[in-house]
């Protein structure tokens, strides 16, 4: 048996509904010879009699009858097929995979997708925890849709990426316990010369600020610790091994940890989302990214 032509399923379908050749061709917007001539194939394709013929009257056989339950349902799969494809192709039906830091996750993707549940619920946004630029090779691989890091302005393979900024947040300051700045309602780095500081790893562009931050203050700090979770950080602050500058989003969940704003210029890191470029106006991708970007911070 031939592959049978689903367009010839629709002509079937109508002449059940409307039961003339005459009828069909007016609902299909088809003349009456050529809604003949596509039974006429269907048939050729089954091998077998759909319809029975006297004068102008014309009905189904059982075989017709059999092939119209089955066209009901191949019909309704195609019609979802479409639909499907159409909500695909407004951004409002897929997956998307996002690589993000712990801060970003909490206070940017986890309220977007919130947000999207409600917007656009077949919209199905996966999470990937990825520290500093760890994400940006992971979105240059294909492994991932977006990507959300710190833009230093120097990444050598800026020209394959767009950014978007997401937010710009200030660096405050953490001090231990017994520290005389501790009370303070502003903090000048050149005030933490002689302390020791906990810092992030090298490669993580959150260390890079704060190392900026240092020099432009006049001094290199004395790195005693080193750690990408601020978390961690703030922990060994509290221990009193030394001071930290932690990103004042990063420092709303860490319980009990006081942040003093820096004077007279604070270090910021601008956050930002990167995708791939060509992929930028991406249906979905757009629904995605403006759902990041109407998050408040």
Not at 95 to 113: K, M, R, Y
Not at 125 to 140: C, H, I, K, N, T
Not at 241 to 252: C, D, E, H, Q, S
Not at 269 to 288: F, S
Request: net charge negative.
């Amino acid at each position: 048996m031939q592959v049978i032509d689903p367009r010839r399923l629709r002509v079937l379908r109508a002449l059940a509904d409307h039961g003339t050749v005459t009828a069909a061709a007016q609902a299909l917007y088809l003349s009456p010879s050529a809604v003949s001539q596509q039974l006429a194939s269907l048939e050729s394709e089954v091998g077998q009699e759909l319809l029975r013929r006297k004068g102008r009257r014309v009905w189904l056989t059982s075989a017709g009858e059999l092939l119209v339950e089955h066209a009901d349902a191949v019909l309704a799969e195609l019609d979802r097929a479409e639909a499907r494809l159409a909500a695909f192709g407004a951004g409002e039906l897929g997956q998307v995979t996002i690589a993000a830091f712990a801060s970003a996750i909490t206070n940017v993707v986890a309220p977007a997708i919130a947000a999207l549940r409600e917007s656009a619920p077949g919209v199905i946004v996966l999470v990937r925890d990825a520290e500093g630029q760890e994400s940006l090779p992971m979105l240059l691989d294909g492994e991932i849709d977006i990507a959300i890091t710190m833009h230093t302005g120097h990444t050598p393979t800026e020209h394959r990426i767009v950014w978007d900024v997401l937010y710009s947040e200030p660096f405050d300051a953490v001090l231990p316990p017994g520290h005389p700045l501790l009370d303070r309602s502003e903090v000048a780095i050149a005030d933490l010369t002689a302390d020791d500081w906990v810092v992030p790893l090298p490669g993580n562009p959150c260390r890079d600020v704060l190392l900026a931050a240092c020099a432009a203050a006049g001094f290199t700090p004395r790195v005693t610790h080193t750690s990408d979770d601020f978390t961690a950080q703030a922990a060994l602050v509290a221990a009193g091994v030394g001071v930290a500058l932690i990103p004042r989003t990063a420092l709303r969940a860490i319980s009990g940890c006081r942040g003093i704003p820096v004077t007279p210029n604070p270090p910021h890191r601008r956050v930002v989302t990167a995708t791939r470029r060509g992929r930028e106006t991406h249906p979905l991708l757009h629904t995605v990214r403006k759902a990041l970007s109407e998050i408040s911070i």
